[in-house]
C-alpha cells in the first residue's frame, strides 16, 4: 500500500484549501492514479486497521441490487432489527446518509436510500415497459451485473465491460451521488481479469482504503464466477481530498511502516456472484495497526 501512503503525502505537499458541500473544507488535489498487483497479494490498508466486514457486506449489499439500509443491517449483523445494550439501531457506513437532514425527507421509508449503487447496478430503470400475464404494466429494467458476467463470459475480448452507478436522471433520488461512478473490466491473454474504476470524489483518510478493498474484491468473486484469474486493480481519481479535520490523523498514519499484504480467500464453489455470504470470503494472514479515528463528512 505504498502508493495509497505517498497520494496521502502529495495532497498534504501539494494540495490546494477548497470548501466543500459538507461545510468542513478540503485539502484537494485533482486527476491521479494508483494500481495494485492482486495476483501477489490483497490490497488491505495495514497503517490503520480496515473495517473489513463493513467491506464485505456493503459489497453482498451492492450486488443484490439492495438499497435498504436495513438489508445492509442484516447482512453485516445478522439481524435487520440489530441494536445496542441502549436500544439504538446499530451502525452501518450508509446510517448518517440515511438519517442526514436533506435526505430523510425524500425517503419512502425508514432505511430508504434510494436509487443509490447496487439498485443501478441491477435495477437500472429505462422508460420502457412490458405487460406481465396478469395484464398490468411493469416497467423495463437493465441488470447490468447480469449483462457485465455474460460479456465477461461470453466475449473476453469485449471493450464494453463496464459498470455503471452515474444515473444523471435519478441523482436527485439518492441519499448520496455515487463516488465511484464508473468500473471497466480487461480479460488479458492469460485469462486474468482486471478492473480499472473512476472515482470523481475521493476521501483519500477514510474512503479510499475502503474503495481499494471493495473493488479488489469485486473483481476477485467475478474472476470467480467467470472461470478468470486475477490480475490488476486501477483506481483513477478526480477530486483526490484530505478533509481539514482529518489532517492531524494523515500525519500519524504516514508516520508508520507499512506491514505485509494480507492474501483473499473466496469460497470455490460458489459460482453465482449472488450468492456469496459472508462466511465465503475471508481475509487471510491481515495485520494492521490500531484504528485512526475520524469523522466522517456528512
Known amino acids: 500500500m505504498k502508493q495509497y501512503l505517498e497520494l496521502l503525502k502529495d495532497i498534504l505537499d ?4 477548497k470548501d466543500d458541500r459538507t461545510g468542513t473544507g478540503t485539502i484537494s488535489v485533482f486527476g491521479r ?12 490498508v495495514t497503517t490503520k486497521k480496515l473495517a473489513w466486514k463493513a467491506v464485505v457486506s456493503e459489497l453482498l449489499w451492492f450486488l443484490e441490487g ?28 450508509w446510517s448518517d446518509n ?15 436510500l434510494g436509487q443509490v449503487y447496487g439498485v443501478q447496478w441491477r435495477h437500472w430503470r429505462t422508460d ?15 441488470d447490468q451485473l447480469t449483462n457485465l458476467i455474460d460479456g465477461l463470459k461470453t466475449d473476453p475480448n469485449g471493450r464494453r465491460h463496464i459498470l455503471t452507478a452515474w444515473n444523471p436522471g435519478e441523482l436527485d433520488q439518492m441519499a448520496l451521488p455515487p463516488c465511484h461512478v464508473m468500473s471497466q473490466f480487461y480479460v488479458n491473454r492469460n485469462r486474468e481479469l482486471s478492473c480499472h474504476m473512476y472515482q470523481r470524489s475521493v476521501d483519500v483518510f477514510l474512503g479510499l ?12 468473486l467475478l474472476a470467480q464466477v467467470c472461470g ?4 490488476e486493480l486501477i483506481i483513477s481519481t478526480g477530486d483526490t481530498h484530505i478533509y481539514k479535520n482529518h489532517v492531524e490523523q494523515v500525519k500519524e498514519q504516514l508516520s508508520r511502516t ?7 480467500f473466496t469460497n470455490p464453489p460458489v459460482s453465482d456472484i449472488a450468492k456469496f455470504t459472508m462466511d465465503d470470503i475471508h481475509l487471510m494472514d491481515y495485520q494492521s495497526y490500531d484504528t485512526i479515528k475520524a469523522e466522517m463528512a456528512v
Open 228 to 231: 478468470l484469474g486475477v490480475r
Open 14 to 17: 501539494n494540495g490546494e484549501e
Open 98 to 112: 440515511a438519517n442526514s437532514p436533506y435526505w430523510r425527507p425524500n425517503a419512502k421509508y425508514p432505511g430508504d
Open 209 to 220: 482504503p475502503f474503495n481499494i478493498a471493495s473493488y479488489a474484491l469485486l473483481t476477485h
Open 33 to 44: 492514479s494508483i494500481r495494485f498487483d492482486l495476483r501477489r497479494s490483497f490490497p488491505a
Open 128 to 142: 420502457q415497459y412490458r405487460w406481465t400475464h396478469s395484464d398490468t404494466k411493469e416497467p423495463v429494467e437493465i
Open 66 to 93: 439492495s438499497g435498504d439500509e436495513g438489508r445492509l443491517r442484516e447482512i453485516l449483523y445478522g439481524d435487520r432489527e440489530a441494536k445496542t445494550d441502549k436500544g439504538i439501531y446499530k451502525k452501518t457506513i
Open 258 to 264: 507499512p506491514l505485509p499484504l494480507p492474501t483473499i
